[in-house]
């Protein structure tokens, strides 16, 4: 974690912050002198949270697939913060398994949570970044965004549509003095990957690795942002390939596995609570 203040003054809201990779980058950005608000559907649990990294963090109820939930949210954060600088969109949910069992409410959900609730985020946060002349939306998507695999459909796909909105909201807003960010990490050690193998020959990352990157992401104005750092170039290679040694590599490496490889028992618990949100 850095101390240097690069992020004095800076106001940052962060979606699912209560744990995982939103509560890591709340902790760096904190570090970093940003003053930090936490939105969450575990309103409870983000209270918590924030109270271990400093009482001035500011943590609040939030479902990011509710339009007039996240219009409050940012309302309260400008309240307390005095406006905002830089919006995250990093709630997230992440079913897996076979397509064909993963119940259409579930994969509603998480087109609602993981695409909605970024796409709602950046519209709420625009007008007021474009009337200061300044702002960052930072969107969390994934390597599954750039990389479809099997057993991970639904959410491939959501991820597919956060980095294609980033896009699209980039060339469209760039010029009006607001950044973008496109967070693309792989298996990343936090609930969301219970009972995952990961992918062979790449090491997990931390999520306090995608903190840090995020943080750094957003002192350097960077657009993408892969973690590891490798997969820039793994996915710019296997774009060239063509699909047929793709595959074939793929499979051979047993890539195309990681979201069928799943072992229940130790994945029960996150799929309960991902059931429940
Ligand atoms: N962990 C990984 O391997 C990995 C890899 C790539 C991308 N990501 C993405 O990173 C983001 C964070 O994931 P994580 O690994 O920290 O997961 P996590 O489960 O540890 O944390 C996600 C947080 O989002 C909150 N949340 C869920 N639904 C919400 C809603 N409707 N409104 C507000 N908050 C909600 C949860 O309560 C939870 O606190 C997700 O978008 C995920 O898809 C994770």
């Given at each position: 974690m850095s101390n240097n203040k690069t992020l004095a003054g800076r106001r940052i809201a962060i979606t699912g912050g209560a744990r995982g990779i939103g509560l890591a980058t709340a902790k760096e950005l904190h570090a970093r002198g940003a003053q930090v608000a936490i939105g969450d559907l575990d309103r409870d649990t983000a209270k918590l949270s924030a109270g271990?990294?400093?009482?001035?963090?500011?943590?609040?109820?939030?479902?990011?697939s509710d339009e007039t939930s996240f219009a409050t949210f940012l309302d309260g954060v400008k309240d307390q913060l005095g406006g905002l600088d830089v919006l995250i969109n990093n709630a997230g949910i992440m079913p897996i398994g076979p397509f064909l069992e993963l119940?259409?409410?579930?994969?509603?959900?998480?087109?609602?949570?993981?695409?909605l609730g970024a796409l709602i985020g950046t519209h709420l946060a625009l007008p007021d970044m474009i009337a200061q002349g300044?702002?960052?939306?930072?969107?969390?998507?994934?390597?599954?965004?750039?990389?479809?695999?099997?057993?991970?459909?639904?959410?491939?796909?959501?991820?597919?549509?956060?980095?294609?909105?980033t896009e699209g909201a980039r060339l469209e807003f760039g010029s009006r003095g607001i950044d973008f960010t496109c967070v693309m990490p792989s298996f990343t050690n936090t609930e969301l990957i219970a009972g995952t193998e990961g992918t062979k020959g790449l090491k997990n990352v931390e999520p306090e690795d995608v903190a840090g990157a995020i943080a750094v992401a957003i002192e350097k104005k960077q657009y993408d942002v892969y973690r590891p750092k490798a997969l820039r170039q793994i996915l710019f290679t296997q774009g060239?390939?063509?699909r047929?040694?793709?595959?074939?590599?793929?499979?051979?490496?047993g890539a195309y596995d990681t979201f069928l490889k799943i072992d229940h028992s130790k994945r029960d618990g996150y799929d309960k609570r991902i059931n429940a949100s």
């Open positions: 271990t990294i400093a009482p001035e963090v500011v943590a609040l109820g939030l479902d990011v119940d259409l409410a579930v994969a509603r959900r998480t087109a609602e949570i993981n695409f300044s702002g960052h939306v930072v969107n969390v998507a994934s390597t599954a965004g750039r990389a479809a695999v099997p057993g991970g459909v639904t959410y491939c796909a959501t991820k597919a549509a956060v980095v294609s909105l060239l390939l063509g047929k040694i793709r595959d074939a590599m793929n499979r051979r490496l």
